[in-house]
């Protein structure tokens, strides 16, 4: 009997594979963009071409694979999560690799980063490991017809508001766009096909503990940083720049990354999976993970509104009424206090809407 390779490969070698792939994907990714002047994996922008990418590319294969499915879901907790992730991270509002990929850099100052990121994950496995479920509150059923509309939808919709509001013009411009969705639909094919998530694959090391289930969660992400640095070395490009904690404005900066990056671990791990992986998981027909990145895009776009922009300066002012003048440390400090109190108030607000879960599934095991 004919076997897939996915069943002749153990999980963590696809896995491997395929985070080398992705470590060397982004500089392409990253070159094409500096073309319509847009910054492939920073957070001023609202929606980056590869994410959409993602989801075509899991989209396309749950179609031709006969795997789309879409079943009831509860909206108010996926949206809640995802509004909280984007609020307290507005440095990458796609997804978590580039932590990994610029460690691989010489980016020692994203280990508070990243060490929150586990924690996050770690903390989130302890909730489920309670019997923490999404599952409470009103659902919505939607058919899969209905849900294939919106995912088209989604996709069109995105595209024309990337072509109107990025600038793309001339033909070099609108070449590099199309470059980057077409890399973000080959990697989304791919995760699709071996269900590639990071979150889930650490996620399933803590709860599970195996060898096996260890060394799939690891080796996507020794991929990615070993990948990147290898890329660095060939290119000339690594540049190590240290972790500083000398001063206690360098502590308390990095105790708030740690703390955000934990937060957003908790609930990436609490909604089933990173940003791109609710990318594709949107292609593969889940409403669930569409309305975890609806929320995250809300987050976003807050962060770009004027009104909230001057309620931010003004909660800075207040917070540090004493200071004699408004310096970078304490702009920066305001913002993320107010980040942290809006995005753990959402998390907050989950963990009381599925509260009944914790001793109705208590003892359960994924």
Known sequence: MHRSFSEKFPRWVLFLTLGFVVSLAYPLIFALADNYGMCGGCGTVTVRPEMIGFLIGGFGLALLRREYRTSPFSPLSPLLLGFATGMVLPEFFGCPWCMFMQLGYGKANRLPEILGFFGGIWGGTALLRRGMSLEKGPELHISSKTSSLLVVLTVLGTLWWMKAHIGISGSLEIFSMAGVVLIGVLLGAAMQRIRFCVVEGVRNAFFMSSSETVLTGSSSIAAMILGSLLYALATGTFSFEGLYLSSSEDLLQQSFIFVNA?????????????????????????????????????????????????????????????????????????????????????????????????????????
């Open 262 to 366: 934990a937060l957003a671990g908790i609930a990436f791990t609490l909604a089933g999976g990173c940003t791109v992986w609710h990318a594709v998981n949107t292609g593969n027909g889940s409403m669930h993970s569409l309305t975890f990145l609806g929320g995250m895009l809300a987050a976003a776009w807050l962060h770009k509104l004027p009104a909230f922009l001057g309620f931010t300066k003004t909660f800075q002012q207040e917070i540090f009424f004493w200071a004699p003048r408004m310096n970078a440390f304490y702009r920066w400090t305001g913002a993320h206090i107010l980040y942290l109190c809006i995005g753990g108030g959402a998390l907050l607000l989950v963990l009381w809407l599925n509260r009944s879960s914790f001793f109705e599934n208590s003892g359960e095991t994924l």
